[in-house]
């Protein structure tokens, strides 16, 4: 007898009142399925593994240019102006380490049938848990992988991270995932990770060469790794087990994004998500891929962004949103256009400038119109409120339907008024963070808000989370100039002209007032100790794993010790300003 499997949705419920609704879709559904039987003995209509995906415009549309890094510093996206847990440092000492995985009870399948091990693999489950079995599924060898893992764990200090695909399939598509395996060893006993399900893909934009594949094939490219169950990693974030991790390529320089993540937590103790991260050496199909930052995804989750999800379908408006001041906006659905008020704002060098219109991507699922609406009017009001008191001296009061109430007399200060509608601290500790690491594209994209409207809340006002995408940092980091203030301040004409005005309104807005500075200088004096201590961490992991630093970047080493000094001497000109 054959069988049709039909598997929904994780909590879809299939019960009378489901088959009465969906009567005509699972009708089709068993004829399709019955139409085939012939040539396949099941059907599997998984829907869990179903993607929506969106096309990107092509390679020609962006603009990048590159740094004596070669890095990929940003992109320029068709019509921008229209459109756009506390924890430590990585040791700063070679752990005892463990180099290999631990062996087999039973030497895993060959290659010798390598029809039969096709047809298997064509039919994969990747849920399953046993790392035997899951050599056997991929056809592996446990004897000659656990050989050539003794042989690279000599090479390195790091861990490494080894990843082997379905049929040994290259990953090239920033859409879909590639079925695989992980592994990780070379480091403290109980973070290896024997065979575990996953799947991988490409991720980034402008890092990933606009999806060129022969760019990705030559050069590696940033990944996404999602665990088929959840899994901790390396100790990361208090050994948070998620699903999703990120593996950041680290260019010449290697520790743009890892000094500012390092950063960022000595700044916000934990007040607010930001992430862990680790070097690791990576291996894929065992070809040496690189050095590597793993590090955390950006998103909704209890251990990271912890809003309240909206459930499938729901479109009530009572729930928490993820936004993104986003230049890769057109390839996502669920966006609003913010046009800053059409309003002028001066910066704190006394130039004025009507911020250009921009637009930001909602990062968690919703379901409704209504919900875009929303969000869109809350963060209308979130910038016109702050606006209207530093500029005007105007204190409007938010009321329940997104209207605004002049109520000069329920204030005391503009900082009241703005705590409304604003997380202020959050822009103090996010200002400071872009400030010391002098990221060009504070206001281009990769510039996160949380906000939840839950009864119970972490964010009940607009909140700055996830520091993210430093590679086009520390820009000036070869010059002995100081600069001066790079955030608080637009863009200069000439910059504008070349690369778009990626300036970050929010943050110049705030910087303006005399109260807001009055914060970062608290906040400095309180954190000075710890900004200090992060640099030294952050220094000796470098010395640490100076030779791995070196090993495919023979100048990586010496760069990292560049955005280092630079680094430091940024943090006693801005301690001279700010102490």
């Known amino acids: 007898m054959e069988h049709i499997f039909?598997?929904?949705?994780?909590?879809?419920?299939?019960?009378?009142?489901?088959?009465?609704?969906?009567?005509?879709?699972?009708?089709?559904?068993?004829?399709?399925?019955?139409?085939?039987?012939?040539?396949?003995?099941?059907?599997?209509?998984?829907h869990d593994s179903t993607e929506v995906t969106t096309t990107s415009p092509p390679v020609s549309s962006a603009v990048t240019t590159t740094t004596s890094d070669n890095v990929p510093q940003f992109t320029v996206a068709p019509d921008t102006s229209e459109e756009a847990v506390t924890s430590s440092v990585p040791v700063t000492t070679p752990p005892?380490?463990?180099?290999?995985?631990?062996?087999?009870?039973?030497?895993?399948?060959?290659?010798?049938?390598?029809?039969?091990?096709?047809?298997?693999?064509?039919?994969?489950?990747?849920?399953?848990?046993?790392?035997?079995?899951?050599?056997?599924?991929?056809?592996?060898?446990?004897?000659?992988?656990?050989?050539?893992?003794?042989?690279?764990?000599?090479?390195?200090?790091?861990?490494?991270?080894?990843?082997?695909?379905?049929?040994?399939?290259?990953?090239?598509?920033?859409?879909?995932?590639?079925?695989?395996?992980?592994?990780?060893?070379?480091?403290?006993?109980?973070?290896?990770?024997?065979?575990?399900?996953?799947?991988?893909?490409?991720?980034?934009?402008?890092?990933?060469?606009?999806?060129?594949?022969?760019k990705i094939r030559e050069n590696g490219a940033p990944y996404r790794i999602k665990f088929t169950s959840k899994q901790s990693v390396l100790?990361?974030?208090?050994?948070?087990?998620?699903?999703?991790?990120?593996?950041?390529?680290?260019?010449?320089?290697?520790?743009?994004?890892?000094?500012?993540?390092?950063?960022?937590?000595?700044?916000?103790?934990?007040?607010?998500?930001?992430?862990?991260?680790?070097?690791?050496?990576?291996?894929?199909?065992?070809?040496?891929?690189?050095?590597?930052?793993?590090?955390?995804?950006?998103?909704?989750?209890?251990?990271?962004?912890?809003?309240?999800?909206?459930?499938?379908?729901?479109?009530?408006?009572?729930?928490?949103?993820?936004?993104?001041?986003d230049n890769y906006s057109y390839t996502e659905q669920w966006r609003f256009m913010l046009n800053y008020n059409k309003e002028s704002i001066t910066d704190v060098y006394g130039t004025s400038r009507v911020p250009i219109s921009y637009y930001y991507t909602v990062k968690n699922d919703i379901y409704s119109d209504e919900q875009l609406k929303f969000i869109e009017r809350y963060f209308e009001v979130a910038y016109e409120i702050p606006m209207r008191a530093i500029k005007y001296g105007e204190f409007y009061r938010l009321n329940d339907d997104m209207t605004l109430t002049l109520a000069q007399d329920e204030f005391a200060n503009a900082y009241e008024c703005v705590s409304q509608v604003l997380n202020v601290d959050s822009f103090v500790d996010m200002y400071m963070v872009h400030e010391i690491t002098n990221n060009q594209d504070v206001g281009g994209g990769s510039f996160y808000f949380a906000v939840d409207f839950g009864d119970i809340s972490l964010y009940k006002t607009l909140t700055c989370v996830c520091p993210w995408d430093f590679d086009w940092a520390?820009?000036?980091?070869?010059?002995?100039?100081?600069?001066?203030?790079?955030?608080?301040?637009?863009?200069?004409?000439?910059?504008?002209?070349?690369?778009?005005?990626?300036?970050?309104?929010?943050?110049?807005l705030l910087y303006s007032a005399d109260w807001f500075q009055e914060l970062v200088r608290e906040k400095w004096a309180e954190r000075y100790p710890y900004i200090l201590q992060c640099l030294s961490d952050v220094e000796n992991v470098v010395e640490t794993y100076k030779d791995d630093f070196n090993k495919s970047e023979s100048s990586r080493y010496s760069r990292a010790n560049g955005i280092l000094d630079w680094a430091s001497s940024r943090v006693e000109y801005l301690n001279e300003l700010w102490g």
């Open 474 to 508: 520390y820009a000036d980091y070869y010059s002995s100039s100081d600069g001066g203030l790079y955030v608080a301040k637009f863009k200069d004409s000439n910059f504008v002209e070349n690369y778009g005005d990626r300036s970050n309104p929010w943050l110049i």
């Open 235 to 325: 100790g990361l974030n208090n050994n948070a087990k998620c699903k999703s991790w990120v593996l950041l390529r680290t260019y010449e320089a290697g520790i743009r994004d890892y000094l500012a993540f390092m950063l960022a937590k000595a700044i916000n103790d934990g007040d607010y998500f930001s992430s862990d991260a680790r070097f690791v050496e990576l291996y894929l199909n065992e070809k040496f891929i690189g050095l590597y930052l793993l590090c955390e995804q950006s998103q909704e989750n209890p251990n990271r962004v912890a809003i309240n999800e909206c459930d499938e379908g729901y479109t009530g408006t009572d729930i928490g949103y993820l936004v993104e001041l």
């Open 96 to 214: 005892e380490v463990v180099t290999s995985l631990p062996t087999s009870s039973s030497e895993a399948q060959t290659n010798a049938s390598g029809e039969i091990i096709d047809d298997y693999r064509s039919e994969l489950d990747m849920s399953v848990e046993d790392p035997d079995e899951l050599y056997r599924m991929f056809g592996l060898s446990r004897t000659e992988r656990q050989q050539f893992y003794s042989e690279i764990s000599s090479e390195y200090d790091l861990p490494i991270i080894h990843v082997s695909t379905e049929n040994e399939q290259e990953v090239l598509s920033k859409e879909e995932y590639v079925n695989c395996i992980v592994e990780i060893f070379n480091c403290e006993e109980e973070y290896v990770m024997d065979a575990t399900s996953a799947g991988i893909r490409v991720r980034g934009n402008a890092s990933a060469f606009y999806g060129d594949e022969d």
């Open 6 to 46: 039909i598997f929904l949705k994780k909590g879809t419920p299939f019960n009378a009142a489901y088959i009465a609704m969906n009567k005509t879709k699972i009708t089709a559904l068993i004829c399709a399925a019955a139409i085939s039987l012939t040539s396949c003995a099941n059907i599997n209509i998984n």
